[in-house]
């Protein structure tokens, strides 16, 4: 499945989506919060990151329909490294968009960070990824035309960070994926671990609270692997971050805080 990292790009940051739109939870006993606000703010109430429930999905393949989802009940706590395991074809990017809010499941509801995604416009979903989400694609999607460095910059930008703290912040990320040597090449010129290991940078670009990466380490050799996997756990410790990996590879498995398999549509653990 392929997904242009383009398609977080048009709408960036429309005046009705500042961050006043990710609501907090109520203090308990609260008069002032809207009975409707109430569904909404469940998962942050009880700290988790990501709560799914029947999440179903169904695609066609030429005249035949099939269910490649069926029903997956989900909650990942704020904080935590999940992994999500399982061979190749059986739905891991397919579930990863959906709780991204990237892919609309044929059933079911996604509250992220406190807020129920799968009814919002995709005009107000694009919007909460922009602020709160890093995504690392399965197939890297950088931007062919520009340097290593302004593929960072670039998402910081669109982040609202502009001048000189971009570029700082940019150096910072590509350092600590070990691209210190890389800023000026284009994405044509660098290895596929080279490719994945921006992607990472730029999905981290912002601080985002949760991280879904998508095969993050397929590419990388040991090592790289795992300085990736160690600074996605840092993050989960140091700053509250929740990451979502998708993978099946098994090297990484034990830096993370908990395992989900996917088998036949559904998650076993
Ligand atoms: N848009 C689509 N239309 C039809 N089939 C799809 C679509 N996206 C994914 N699939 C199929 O769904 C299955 C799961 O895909 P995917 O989620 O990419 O699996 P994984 O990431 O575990 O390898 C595959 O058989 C794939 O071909
Ligand atoms: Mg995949």
Known sequence: MKQSWL?????????????????????AGSRTTPDTLVPMLTGVASGAAIVASGITMQFQAGEERFWILQGIDLE???????????????????????????????????????????????????????????????????????????????????KGIHGSIARQQARELLNQVNLSDKFDQLPRRLSGGEKQRVAIARALAGKPRLIFADEPTSALDSQNGYTVVSLFRQLTRNHGCTVLMATHDQRFIPLADRVLQLEDGRIVQ
């Open 76 to 158: 990942i706590p704020c904080g935590s490294l999940q992994v999500l395991l399982g061979p190749s074809g059986v739905g891991k990017t397919t579930l990863l968009s959906i709780l991204a809010g990237i892919l609309t499941p044929t059933a079911g509801t996604v509250i992220l960070l406190g807020r129920s995604i799968t009814a919002l416009p995709e005009c107000q979903r694009s919007s909460l990824r922009l602020q709160q989400v890093g995504f690392v694609f399965q197939e890297f999607n950088l931007i062919s035309a520009l340097t290593v460095f302004e593929n960072v910059q670039l998402a910081l930008t669109m």
């Open 7 to 27: 398609h977080w790009l048009p709408l960036w940051q429309p005046p009705s989506l500042g961050k006043s739109a990710i609501k907090t939870a109520p203090s």
